[in-house]
């Protein structure tokens, strides 16, 4: 195995103005944490920011991995060789990170190694480059997506984003801002302002895109905006409702509701063509839909029975099946990356709670406490949810892992935030 080997970090480049960070607060974690020891790494002095506590904090965050306090590290080495896995074992650790960030020609660079201090084996060593200081947050996550998935063995989602509004003022003063942040929160950026509502970001699965609807003099409109040029492109506003937009897996498609014709159903509109094709007709609110991960079904929601619920159709057309059973009503489903199950709205007693729906069993299990909980969306390879709650201070954003055991809150001072989207893994 080479010492180390060259990664090439995914940035994403997004104009507009910044603003506060989201304020995280974690609780909850696994009992079979993994221990790790993330040790600081010896860095250049043009490089302020702490990589190792980046990639510290995505890991415990995570509530996957528990780490040892910094303060009660015995050893503090920089590289493979100086690792005496004896030291670490002596403290219950398994796994040790250890690394530098050094300056070349081109910009910089972190090099990093994953040890286990059980074998005393080298599992991972990379060298990621930088072109500037201001990409090395990019690179920390870079590196806790690498650890992550090699000792878990599923994606990591660290350098990721997500989208959400932000509301502000009252009345007339009300205004709204559409915001691309990463995922731990950090580097948010406006991307689109308006004094009406903002709602439904969706990504592109090239990250390169956002669609959401937007209003203009109370009239709504599907808008698609891209992130590297500011570009902003109206792409659908009839008379009615213009909502719900959802790119397909491969990106040439929105799936989306429109009432133009009738009553509100789904559509399915050709980017590259502009042309439209009705996928249901029915007296009852067809709206919210979601693709599966291979872009052959969607779900979404409908009161044609009475109340809302979920129902499935393919693509290609035909007769909706319902999926669920369980509460009064069930709203706002996704599939999970691997397709296996959904995440929803499920009220069953009056509380908007989000829920995991197993496909292939039916069984139902709720993840959130509410009472006001919407807009769940999947983490990037299915581990964790975020969606939208009513905190003690108003309106916020929260995860919590799939199995219900680590939830996160994501609060910004000084206003509302809702209508979370997390962004597609790029690798």
Known sequence: MKTFR??????????GTARAELEITVQGGLEQALPIAIVPFSQVSEVTLDVAQVVEDDLVRSGRFRALPRRDMLQKPNAPAQVTPGTWRAQGIDYVVVGQVAKTDQGYFARFFLVDSV?????????????????????????????????LGMPGYFNTKIAYVSAKGIGYQRSFELIVA??????????????????SPAWSPDRKQLAYVGFERGRSAVYLHTLATGEVKRLVSERGINGSPTFSPDGRFLALTLSFENNPDIYVLDLKTGNRRRLTDHYGIDTEPAWSPDGSKLVFTSDRGGQPQIYEIPVSGGDPRR?????????????????????????????????????????????????????PSFAPGGAVVI?????????????????????????????????????????
Request: aromatic fraction near 8%; avoid cysteine; proline fraction near 5%.
């Open 182 to 199: 990463d995922a731990d929160g950090w580097n948010p950026r406006v991307v689109a302002t308006s004094r009406e509502p903002l709602l």
């Open 119 to 151: 074998g005393g084996q080298q599992l991972l060593g990379y060298d990621i480059p930088a072109r500037s200081v201001d990409q090395m947050r990019y690179v920390a996550h870079q590196i806790a997506d690498l650890i992550y998935e090699k000792l």
């Open 387 to 427: 969606y939208a709650t009513q905190g003690a201070k108003g309106a916020e954003l929260a995860t919590v892992s799939v199995d219900g055991n680590v939830r996160q809150s994501l609060r910004q001072s000084g206003g509302d935030v809702r209508e979370p989207a997390w962004s597609p893994l790029i690798r």
């Open 6 to 15: 060259w990664l090439f970090a995914l940035l994403l480049a997004v104009g």
């Open 323 to 375: 999926l669920t059973f369980e509460g009064r009503q069930n709203l706002r489903a996704s599939y999970s990356p691997d397709g296996r199950s959904l995440v929803l709205v499920n009220n069953a007693d009056g509380r908007y709670r989000i829920a995991l729906l197993d496909l292939g069993s039916g069984e139902m299990r709720v993840l959130s406490n509410g009472p006001l909980d919407e807009s």
